[in-house]
């Protein structure tokens, strides 16, 4: 079976191995269980906006349908200051789109909140606010999980597991090390079991 995985940095894994990415580990663990489940194919670069993802889609040489299809987008958005209602219109959009590319199954779609990058020491050296971080990743994360909900697709929430595992970073002092992707892999696993099962 394949799967199909888009995103930014995170799903990318900036600063780690790739047998460290979030997506990698989750399709381990999926075959450590039985489940005959191809590497991801991984349509991710760090940086990329909503926009930018759904430009590289358009060129990206896709051939759904895909068994599994992940999407964890927004931060980017959120860290130039777009607003709310923009990623609210953007989202909806890759949303229908990866519900496509899963042949039309929303249930075959899994969407993974955006991690909080305000508790990290890149945010604090910067002297960022965290707490309007916070806010502005929560207001984003709403959005996505009503969008998600409305649609029939599976939210998976990292955020919280972003805020409280803090100190598990890649050498940046940004993104996630691949110990705190192991916990998102974890996080996803039942889900994915479920719509692979």
Do not use: C
Not at 22 to 39: F, S
Not at 100 to 122: C, K, M, N, Q, Y
Not at 132 to 148: C, F, G, P, Q, T
Request: aromatic content about 8%; glycine content about 12%; hydrophobic content about 45%.
């Amino acid at each position: 079976m394949r799967y199909l995985a888009l995103g930014d940095s995170y799903t990318i894994g900036e600063g780690v191995p790739e047998a460290g990415r979030w997506p990698v580990q989750l399709a381990r663990r999926l075959r450590q269980e039985g489940l005959d489940l191809d590497d991801p194919h991984i349509v991710a670069t760090t940086g990329w906006t909503t926009d930018e993802l759904a430009a590289a889609m358009d060129v990206a040489g896709l051939m759904p349908p895909y068994p599994l299809v992940s999407l964890l987008i927004g931060v980017n958005n959120q860290y130039r200051g777009r607003g709310a209602e923009d990623y609210r219109a953007e989202f909806r959009t890759l949303l229908g789109r990866a519900v496509e590319l899963a042949g039309g199954r929303a249930g075959r779609v899994l969407v993974l909140s955006i991690p909080d990058w305000g508790v990290t020491p890149f945010a604090h050296a910067g002297g960022r606010d965290a707490a309007r971080i916070a806010l502005e990743l929560d207001v984003y994360n709403a959005i996505a999980a009503d969008a998600v909900k409305a649609a029939g697709a599976h939210w998976v929430d990292v955020t919280g597991l972003s805020r409280r595992h803090a100190g598990l970073l890649a050498d940046d002092g940004l993104h996630p090390s691949a110990a705190q992707y192991a916990l998102w892999a974890e996080a996803a696993l039942p889900v994915a079991r479920n719509i692979l099962g």
